[in-house]
């Protein structure tokens, strides 16, 4: 581990340890990689005994389009709530909201299996899905300005995760699916079709694989969140949260 792993890590655990936002000035260059930032979170990970089974159990995965990288964070477990969800204790500095669909793996899943999974294919490893709200935080003072990579080492910038009923997976017309937001009193925002990556599974291989890079499997029942359908709309402390996908579920959470 280098010196600017462990600077930055430093600063992201007192960071969650005062429940105050980091200056980010100075650190903008110490990372110069993905696999530092990831590098990162995984140190923060282990000095916060977040995952002391091993490989996280659950996940965010995504990105901007199929042809971009896609990032990936392991999330704490004290913060994964079950829908309806009352997560006014967490100390957010923001609230922002994005409506995934999350999935959970029906098996194990070895480098070996990471290694040959095709994205045709992906979707035979899930056994369920739900919908989950994220709720987007920072560490960072400078956010949503922050570097990329800062942003990718604060576990990309994740603050809660609200999970729904679970469902059997099932094949479905992604480019048809609709979404509903409500938050607070405001008008519910409506979207069809809108996950960058088309369909939610797409996104399993590059995601697996990252996983088992350093040669461990990723247990059955693992679960990831696969990307918003309504970008990152803005909450407030004391709104309640509702995210309503027609034919997957629902799920909501009062901030």
């Not at 282990?46 to 901007?64: E, I, N, Q, Y």
């Not at 999330?75 to 922002?96: E, I, K, M, Q, T």
């Not at 938050?183 to 979207?191: D, H, T």
């Amino acid at each position: 581990m280098t010196n600017s792993v462990q600077a930055v890590a430093a600063v992201l655990l007192q960071a969650r340890r005062d429940h105050q936002a980091a200056d980010a000035a100075g650190l903008e260059t110490l990372l110069q990689s993905p696999e530092d930032a990831y590098a990162v979170q995984e140190q923060v990970g282990r000095s916060a005994d977040w995952f002391s089974t091993g490989v996280p159990l659950h996940w965010k995965s995504g990105g901007p389009s199929r042809s971009a990288a896609l990032t990936h964070a392991g999330l704490p477990p004290r913060n994964v709530f079950s829908s309806p969800a009352d997560a006014r204790g967490c100390p957010f500095h923001h609230r922002l909201i994005e409506a995934e669909v999350a999935l959970r793996l029906a098996r194990d899943v070895s480098p070996d299996d990471a290694a040959k999974l095709s994205h045709e294919d992906a979707a035979t490893l899930v056994d369920g899905m739900t919908v989950s709200i994220e709720i987007v935080d920072s560490r960072w003072q400078q956010f949503p300005e922050t570097s990329a990579l800062l942003k990718l080492a604060d576990q990309q910038s994740h603050g809660a995760l609200v999970l729904g009923e679970w469902r059997p997976f099932a094949a479905r017309d992604w480019s048809r699916q609709t979404c509903v937001v409500q938050i607070g009193q405001g008008a519910p925002a409506s979207f069809r079709g809108s996950l960058s990556l088309g369909d939610p599974a797409w996104g399993l291989p590059i995601w697996l694989r990252h996983v088992t890079r350093q040669g461990a499997s990723v247990p059955r029942g693992t679960i990831v969140t696969t990307g918003t359908w309504c970008g990152m709309l803005r909450a407030q402390q004391g709104d309640k949260v509702k995210v309503v996908f027609e034919g997957v579920g629902e799920a909501e959470v009062q901030l």
